[in-house]
Structures are given as C-alpha cells and as structure tokens.
C-alpha cells in the first residue's frame, strides 16, 4: 500500500515560547497527506491552518512531533537542501499574491527559474506558456499594478508552477478575489490537480470550496478536530474501516455545511448518475435534478432538459443515457420514498414489525435493481442486515462486509465486486430515503 508523502504526527507549534505572549497556535496534529490528493484545511481565522502549511513548507520548525515529506525530517536537512526542497518540491500562492512590483509578469514568473540554472531564452519561454495556459499570456510584459487582482492571482499560479512542483500550497487563494476570479482560480488549481496530478494542500475558511478537496481537515483552536472525506471523489488515501459515518448524506452534510438536505440529495443523486461530464454539465444537471426531486418538472420535460444543446439550458447528454439516467432516478425517487415514509411514522407505530416489512420491501427494491437471486437463506439474511443498516445499527462498511460472509455466519456469501454494486445502490436508496439533522 501507497505510504503517505506527507506525515504529520502529533505535530506542536508554539509562538513566542518562554515569553509573556507565548502562544499554542498547533497542538497534536497528525494528519496523512498522499500523493495527488487535493486537501483543504478548514477552519475559523486562527485556528492554526496557515501555521500547519507554512510547517508543511519547511519555514516553521515544529516544537514537538514529527513532520516527514517524502519520508524525510526536511528540518534535519542542510540548509541548502532545505532551500532545494522549498524551491523544487513546493510551490506556494499566497493570498496577498506577493508579486515584485518592479518587475514585469514575465520576469516575475521567470524569476525562480534563474537558480535552476535555465538560460533566459528557456526561462522566458516557459513562463510565457505557463501565464498562457492560466489565461494571462497577453499581459506577460505589464508590471503586476496594472492587472486585477484575478489576474495577479494567476500570474501567481504560473509562478508557483514554473519550478515543476510536487505539491502545491495555496494559502486563502482566492481571499481578496471577487466571485468571477475566485471561480477561475479555483478552477485553475483543480486542474493541476486532476490533469496535473500535483499534491494540493489549501488553506481556506470558505465552505463553498469544500468539494474540490479529496479530505478537509477541520481545525479549531490549533486541534484538528475532524477528518472528512468527499464522498464525491475517488479517494486516494486508503479509507479505514469505522470512518463511514452513518449515510452518504451524512457525510455530504458535513462536507456542505450551509447546503440544505434537498440539496444535498441532489448531489447524492447527481453524484450516481455521472461519471465523466464537465463541470458546467454537472451543475446544470443539478439544477435540472433539483426540480426533478421538486416534483416541479415531470419526466417529459427533464428528458427534455436533459437531451437539449447547453446553449440551450439543456444538459446536452445524449438520448439512450438521459433515458437510462430518467429509468434510474425514477426508479430510486420510488424506492427512496418507502425509506421516508417509514422515518416519517416510525415514532408512532409498532416498530418492529414496520421495520421488517421495510426491510423486506427494500430488499425486494434492492434484488430487482441488481437482478440477484437469492436462496431462502441468504434472503433471510439480507433482510436482516437492510434492518440493522437502516436503524443504523451498522455502518456502510459493515454491512459490505456481512454481505461477503458466509450464509451460515448471517451473511450472503457473495463476491467483493458484488457487494460493492449492492451496497453502492442501497446506500445511495437510503441517502434519498433519510433526513440528516447534522450537529458539528
Ligand atoms: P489561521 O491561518 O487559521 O487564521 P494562523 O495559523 O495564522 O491561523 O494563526 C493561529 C494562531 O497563532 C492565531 O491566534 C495567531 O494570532 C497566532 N499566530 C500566528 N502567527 C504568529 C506569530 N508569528 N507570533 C505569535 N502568534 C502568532
Ligand atoms: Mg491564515
């Protein structure tokens, strides 16, 4: 298995120790960093998270604990190899964008390729076509007072890319930009993410940017007091057993905690229905699906939607797939309701035996959507386990597991990737099914 490239363990920083205004800015921090993850630290101002990053980047020694990148103690390291390191592993944004004021965008950009021993032709050649991949290519012979803050964040961009980084660091990016040049750098260092593959750690206090990241890493008070995973994107780090939290939908109400749980289905659903559409298509979609869920729109007019050119305010996906899409979301909305129905009344009614006929009628949604047959046994079983998984007796994990058991031992019996699509399609059941009352 992949080690980390970047380990924080137990990690302190104290400012100012032995003096009056000593001050505990990081206190056992431990946090696992791997390779092409993009990571968010999250949290109030002050809660520590540039403190960590500037640790991660090799200028603020730790006081206690211990911080590997690479497998390596870079504050054991010479001086000089430090240096290297910072120059050639990290590159870094800063929010303030720290441009030299007297120099043009291309000489600012070249800059940090002078000690890489590049000549000036090489060196101008690539921070042109870096300032031109991020879009900022026409102003390369302006000085940086000229540009708006969007694009000096760009120019910065380039800069922070033209040494070939490893790992990117971008401390509150996108804090002094309006919401147009936000969206675009944020598209920007996506992008060196997902086409790049270069590590992202980000500092940001902005809950909209939550679902670029791989994991967010919550911080208050100098403590990393939670550790979510987007249920959105694949995940890079290998997840333990016992860190699924009860539903998706749980996890997505901790990953957006301003959106409401409609929109959150949304994303749920969104998020079943589409592999490889594009960020734009995906948002339109959503917004389509928003109104499906609504009962606003019927199924002629989201086909519809669905098929229509983008200029259009369609979705543009082509015919036999919106058909497919429709087939599923209807299908799942259906089933899903049963779920509700049973939370909406489960405090009045005789629990047991409502929660068994639920069990049962969702194990029948669950054989029909994934054309299993079963013996009476392992049927039995199945509706065993759908009830504990639905009273939250067990977790995601758990009951994956319990499907790869034996029948004799209470499970199915059934293989890896066979669980995986049956646990897969009954947690995104459930999701559409359960409201979240999310409390941090
Ligand atoms: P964040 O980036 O989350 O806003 P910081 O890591 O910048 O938080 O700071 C964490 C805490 O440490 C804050 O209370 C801040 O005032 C304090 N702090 C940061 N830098 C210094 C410093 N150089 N000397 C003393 N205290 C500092
Ligand atoms: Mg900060």
């Not at 147009?180 to 750098?185: G, I, K």
């Not at 590590?199 to 100098?222: E, F, P, Q, W």
Request: hydrophobic residues 40%; positive net charge.
């Amino acid at each position: 298995m992949a080690k980390p490239l970047i380990v924080c363990r137990n990690l302190d920083i104290i400012y100012n120790k032995g003096k009056s205004n000593e001050f505990r800015a990081l206190a056992n921090v431990s946090t696992d960093i791997y390779e092409g993850e993009y990571i968010i630290l999250f949290g109030a101002s002050g809660s520590g998270k540039s403190t960590l990053m500037y640790s991660i980047q090799g200028s603020l020694p730790p006081g206690g604990g211990t911080l590997l990148i690479g497998g390596e103690d870079i504050y054991a390291l010479p001086i000089i190899e430090r240096v290297y390191f910072q120059r050639y592993v990290m590159g870094i944004i800063f929010q303030q964008f720290n441009l030299i004021p007297s120099l043009s965008v291309l000489d600012n950009v070249a800059l940090p390729m002078i000690f890489a021993n590049a000549d000036k032709v090489t060196r101008e050649r690539r921070a042109q076509s870096l300032l031109d991949r991020f879009g900022v290519g026409f102003v390369s012979h302006k000085i940086p007072a000229m540009l708006s803050g969007g694009q000096q964040q760009r120019v910065s961009v380039a800069r922070s890319m033209v040494n070939d980084p490893k790992i990117l660091l971008a401390d509150e990016p996108t804090g002094n930009l309006d919401s147009v040049s936000t969206q675009q750098v944020m598209d920007k260092i996506d992008e060196i993410n997902t086409f790049d593959r270069r590590t992202i750690i980000m500092v940001s206090h902005n809950a909209a940017h939550l679902s670029y990241a791989h994991r967010v890493y919550y911080l208050k008070d100098g403590w990393v007091v939670r550790e979510v995973v987007n249920p959105q994107r694949k995940q890079i780090k290998p997840v333990k057993e016992g860190e699924t939290i009860v539903t998706e939908l749980e996890q997505l109400a901790r990953l957006y905690p301003y959106d409401s749980v409609d929109t959150l289905r949304v994303k749920s659903l969104v998020n079943y229905l589409t592999q490889d559409y594009t960020y734009n298509q995906l948002v339109r979609l959503e917004q389509i699906i928003a109104k499906y869920i609504a009962g606003k729109i019927d199924n002629k007019t989201l086909l519809r939607s669905l098929t229509s050119q983008y200029e259009k305010g369609g979705v543009e996906i082509p015919q036999k797939e919106a058909v497919r899409m429709i087939k599923l979301s209807k299908r799942l909305l259906e089933q899903a309701s049963d779920v509700r129905r049973f939370r909406a009344d489960n405090k009045t009614s005789k629990l047991f035996f409502d929660q068994h006929k639920l069990a049962e009628r969702l194990r029948d949604h669950l054989l029909s959507s994934n054309r299993l047959k079963l013996a009476k046994k392992q049927d039995n079983n199945l509706v065993e386990l759908i009830a504990d998984r639905v009273v939250g007796v067990k977790n995601e994990a758990e009951f994956n597991e319990m499907l790869q058991k034996s029948v004799s031992s209470g499970g199915l019996s059934i293989n890896e990737k066979e669980a995986d699509g049956l646990t897969r399609y009954f947690e995104k059941l459930i999701a559409q099914g359960v409201d979240v009352s999310y409390k941090s």
